[in-house]
Each structure stands twice: as C-alpha cells, then as structure tokens.
C-alpha cells in the first residue's frame, strides 16, 4: 500500500472515530439533560402528591367531626376535587417503579364516595352509621398513604433518585373491607397502604382598614422613633429604607439586621424582620409568649390572647388573637417570634389585626349554649366552649360558639363552630399537637 493511500485512510478512521465520539458525547449529553428534566418533573409530581393528600386527609377527618349537611356537602365536594388533583399527579410518576397502582384505585373509590356522599345530602338524605364507619375506613388508609408518600419525599429530598429507582412506597398488605354502597357507587375491593398559623390566620380582606382610615397621620421622623422604639434601638441607628403605598401605607426602617415597618396612619408597628440566624434555645415556651404579648403591650396592641404557639429553628412562633371581654376576634390576629437564645423579637406582623380591626356590634346570641351543643356530632365529646367572632369567604363576620371537642373515632381534638344565631355549622378547625407546639389546620 501506498505511504498517500494509507495516510488517507487512517485519517477517514480517525475522522469517523471521532465523528463517533463526538455523537456519542452529544447523545451522552441529550440523555442525561432528559434524565434530569424527568427527574424534575417526578419530584414535582410527587410533591403534588403529598399536599393533595395531606388536603384528603384534612377533610376526611373534617367529615367525621362534621354534623352538618352545608358542612359536609361542601367537604365532600372539596374532597372530590383533590382526589382528582391526587389522580392527576400519580398519573405522572412512573407507576410500575413506585408501585402506585393501588394509590390510583383507592384515590378513584375514595373520589367515588365523595360523590356519593355529595349526592345523597343534595337529595335531603342523611349519612347512615354504616357510612360514618366507611369514611373511617377511608382515613385509616388515607393516613397510611399520607405518611408513606411523605418519607418518600424525605428520601428524595436526602439525595435519593426517582429516576435510579431509588423511590419506593410503603407495601404493607391489607386485608379487603366489605362496605355497603349505594346501587350508584362501586364496592371496595381492598385498600393500598396508604398552621399555620392559627384559625382564619389567612383572611386578610381585600378591603381598606377603618383603624387607619381615622387615624391621624404621622410624619417620617415620628414613625421612625416608634421603629427604634419597637427594636430598642436609638433613633440614630435607625434608617429610612423605603415607602410602600397600598391597603396599608407605611415608612420602612433599617437597623443592622432589622427591618421596620410603621404605617403612617397612627404609627402602628405593621412589622419587624431580623435577618439573623438563631443557633440555640436558652428559654421556655412560657416565657417567649410572655415576651411577645409584653412586646404587643408595649407597642399599644392591647387585649391581645394567645391563641397558638410552635418552635421550629430555635424560633417560638406565637398567634395572638384579640380579645374584648369574653369574646374571641379571630379577623384580628398577629404573630410574633421570639428568639429562643435570648428572648429578643425577631419578627412581627399584624398586618390582618390592622386590617380588620374596628368596633363591633355587641355579640347576641340567638340560641342557648344548650341548643348549641346539640348541633355537635354525636361521634364527638366536648371539651370546651369560648364565643368567638370568626370571618367568612365573603368578607363577612358571623358570631359563633367555638367548641373544642375529641373524636370518639381517632381520639384527636377539634374546633367546632356554631353560628350564634342560626346554628349552623360554620367551619371546622383540626387540632395538632407535637412537642414544638398546638397548631391547626
């Protein structure tokens, strides 16, 4: 062979070798971007999961403590929904690799019953003994799947790949239940494994505060002295950040790590923001919520109630709500955090007192506390009763008993609400107790 020849066709080689390499690199490239999209999209989906489930669990447990049909109708119709939302994520997660297959049947026959349920109170029936049992069937399992998707997500979220088989949920066997079922809706075959801030702490109404409206406006220098005040600080370290406009116009404030807004209508402390870390927990519970309603005091909120309190981070988180002889104000609430370290507020934020305060209409009940109680499901013991003012989707306040109650069915505690004027159930609140604190939900 000639030397021209064999120079020529070794640089085809080594041209097509590379050409190869050069592909495969690329193709190389294009599968791991795919892997790691796919990858994105199944912890997204997951994700989803998870919070439609945590919902299902939520109004399943609602439906058992619920004795009205408004109430349960409504429940119902919300549970239906996030079933869907639960079947819709599923379908996203590679269903063979997860072992998902029964998570879709028992979110298909709990989706089923819920319609079921639904139509039965739209056609003035009421819901049987027998029924009441199926809807704890249904939580039973429903906190089964809720735990066993949560760890999954614990294991994702530590490193674990859905797309490396690495996901895996809970296999536990489970014996088939028999239930009784309307001609219209199918038999269970068997089952898979399966705050917060504090009540009503997110209805901040889209309305303009009648406390600021008939406050008298203050002026740069006078909000910024209730800013070194609030973080005791003086005046001179305190300095003008920003002016917002909006509901609820206030002059912003900068110290170090704090940040501090006052609104220019009666230099009310909107809020307070540190930006530091807290690294250890030197205090009680106890004495954080005396430190946060010293604070309030402090700041002119008086007649303010704590209503619920968590730890996390070494933060003790309290929710006050406002309190006018025996009633309970639950349109005006704020938060405040307190270091754990050394008792120092970290945080504030009353922005929902400041927009729903005002003065009310004295409170009339038109039913007996007796009458009241009557209203409360049977499947329910009750602990306690406060009055309570409460809002409503609608903007609107209705004046309430608030019953705290325990399930003769799971032992936990809840919050029943009777309107005080018609009896109807107006909303139901779940309890939750760990050792950072009581929430609801």
Known sequence: MKLRNFVRISSVTAFALAALIAVTVI????????????????RQSLSELN????????????????????????????LYAECAAAKNAVSRLPVTQTELSNVYKFLSQASDYAQFIGSKIERGETVSTNEHQTLKVLL?????LEKSTSNSVRIVEGGAKITDSDLKLA?????????????SVKSFESYPTLLYDGPFSEQVLNKDSALLKSAEEKSKNECRKIAADAIGKSEKRVIFDSESKGRLPAYTFKSGRYTVAVTKR??????????????????????????????????GYKNMEQSYYSVNDNVCTVNFAYKDKDIYYYSDLIKVCVSMENGTVIALDASTYLTNHTKRSAFIAKIKDAAARRKISPYLEIKGVKKCVIPGDDGKETQCFEYTCTSRDTGEDALIYINAKTGKEEDIMLLLYSDNGTLVK
């Open 140 to 144: 039973k399992y429903a906190n089964q």
């Open 51 to 78: 919070e439609s489930l945590d919902l299902i669990n939520t109004d399943l447990t609602k439906s058992l403590y619920s004795n009205s049909d408004a109430e349960l109708l409504k429940i119902s119709r919300d």
């Open 266 to 299: 009666g230099g009310y402390v909107k809020s307070i923001l540190y930006s530091g870390k807290i690294t250890e927990s030197n205090i009680s519970e106890s004495n954080a919520s005396e430190l946060a309603k010293s604070l309030l005091d402090g700041l």
């Open 171 to 183: 296999d536990a066997k489970v014996t088939p239940v028999s239930n009784s079922f309307s001609q």
């Open 27 to 42: 193709n190389t490239k294009h599968m791991n971007t795919y892997k790691q999209q796919l990858e994105v999209s199944y």
